[in-house]
């Protein structure tokens, strides 16, 4: 065996990651045959209808304009206070909850997972989330020694299941003093689904439940990525309300991004904001966070924060922000209604879908399937259980004609298989 060098605990498969790996095919295919003769549904980015990165001008003209201090200088580890302030009101909008909220800083909604995992559970806890899920929920929990283990995001009639998420949440309580859930909700990554209303009650209603043991501590992690492209801005926020006055064993810790809704991805910008009824929940919620914060990365990326401070707190700016943001939005709501639209026409199964980036389509060797979509120029990414299709990154053209070339190479892959049994 030749010589190792790395911790017990660092060593990893040497896998490269098969998203860049199949992102980086697209674009070879791109240069080699042109852009308009490949569909790259790889890319978890919003990519006009060339299929060219968006970049908001009203983001990035405002970025441009800061003095060189506000980029250059150190930051306060929790964040500046301002960022801090625009946080919350961006976040919250009109259904700030009721209770005390706290925010710190964090290098995007991956840095807000990593701070709240590393805080709230212990070495070896089970993290709930559901069977779909993105990726990095386990390499950002299992750096550190936790395990990520699922419910069933979806019952037989392709509804919320909420029997599932039942049971594996209890069978958590009856293990661990700690039940971290992780509920990416609205506008799903991978699927696009987005909790209801009535759903959140019910998940409210059971942690109520397991609650009533003192003993429990109850943390829902509520990764809000995409919120800014689910639907309308005030009604895909209105469950925030639920979070008001819950019991003080039950802490609410929201993955705050500028990733997406900004298209600040490279930036590194976010925030995790704590949700609780009790002073001393929140004080100690900010006090391990900062220390995370100068553990891990120190202070944040100080002039994506004053960017987001100048647009949220100034009314015209924020008004033409979001001008830019909804017309985007529209552009992503009228390629997912085509895909989706066509599928059903088609007959391709795919997951419910509300809201959001993509598109999931549950099959049998996904992988291989996706090896044979390469054949007509399609590029998407294996799941465990599945395809994702990102319609954030392909035009309405492409998302029109994309259902019945994935439907064709399922059938194909699955005759394929018939042969090779007999
Ligand atoms: C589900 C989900 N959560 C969180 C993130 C965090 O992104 P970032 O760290 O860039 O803010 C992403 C990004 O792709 C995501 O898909």
New binding site residues.
């Given amino acids: 065996m030749s010589q190792s060098m790395v911790a017990k605990h660092s060593m990893w498969p040497r896998q490269k990651d098969i998203i860049f790996n199949l992102s980086e095919r697209a674009q070879r295919a791109e240069k080699s045959i042109g852009k308009d003769n490949v569909i790259n549904a790889t890319i978890?980015a919003l990519m006009d209808d060339y299929g060219t990165l968006i970049t908001m001008d009203t983001v990035y003209n405002e970025y441009k304009s800061l003095d060189n201090k506000d980029i250059s200088a150190y930051a306060s580890l929790e964040g500046q206070p301002d960022y801090l302030e625009a946080v919350k009101k961006v976040c919250f909008k009109e259904y700030m909850p009721d209770g005390y909220i706290k925010a710190v800083a964090?290098?995007?909604?991956?840095?807000?997972?990593k701070l709240a995992t590393w805080n709230y559970t212990e070495e070896g806890d089970q993290i709930l989330t559901s069977d779909w899920?993105?990726s990095?929920?386990v390499s950002i929990t299992e750096e550190t020694g936790r395990k990520v283990s699922t419910y069933q995001l979806f019952d037989e009639n392709n509804n919320f299941n909420f029997n599932s998420f039942k049971k594996e949440f209890l069978n958590i309580a009856s293990k661990q003093e700690r039940i971290f859930t992780i509920l990416?909700t609205p506008a799903?990554?991978?699927t696009g689904y987005s909790v209801s209303d009535d759903e959140w009650d019910k998940i409210i209603g059971l942690s109520k439940e397991v609650a009533t043991n003192q003993d429990k501590k109850i943390i829902l992690f509520v990764?809000i990525?995409?919120i800014d492209f689910a639907s309308d801005d005030n009604a895909s926020r209105k469950f925030f309300k639920k979070f008001s006055n819950l019991p003080e064993n039950i802490l609410v810790i929201v993955?705050f991004?500028?990733?997406?809704g900004f298209t600040a991805?490279g930036m590194?910008?976010?925030a995790a904001i704590c949700i609780t009824a009790s002073e001393n929940v929140a004080e100690e919620f900010y006090y391990g966070c900062v220390h995370s914060c100068r553990a891990n990365w120190s202070n944040c990326n100080r002039g994506a924060m004053k960017l987001l401070s100048n647009i949220v707190q100034d009314e015209e700016k924020f008004e033409k922000y979001t001008q830019e943001k909804t017309l985007y939005k529209e552009m992503l709501k009228r390629r997912a209604k085509v895909f989706v639209e066509e599928a059903e026409k088609v007959g391709l199964d795919i997951l419910p879908y509300r809201d959001g980036?993509f598109v999931s389509i549950p099959c049998d060797n996904p992988r291989e399937v996706c090896e044979e979509l390469t054949k007509d120029n399609l590029y998407l990414v294996p799941l465990k259980a599945g395809l994702r299709f990102a319609v954030c990154a392909v035009n309405e053209n492409k998302c029109k004609v994309s259902p019945s070339i994935i439907k064709n190479a399922l059938q194909y892959i699955k005759n394929q298989k018939v042969v090779e049994k007999n």
Avoid: L, V
Avoid at 257 to 260: F, L, P
């Fill in positions: 978890g964090s290098p995007g909604g991956s840095g807000a997972i899920f993105w990095p929920y990416n799903h990554n991978p990764d990525a995409y993955g991004s500028m990733s997406k991805y590194r910008m976010g980036f």
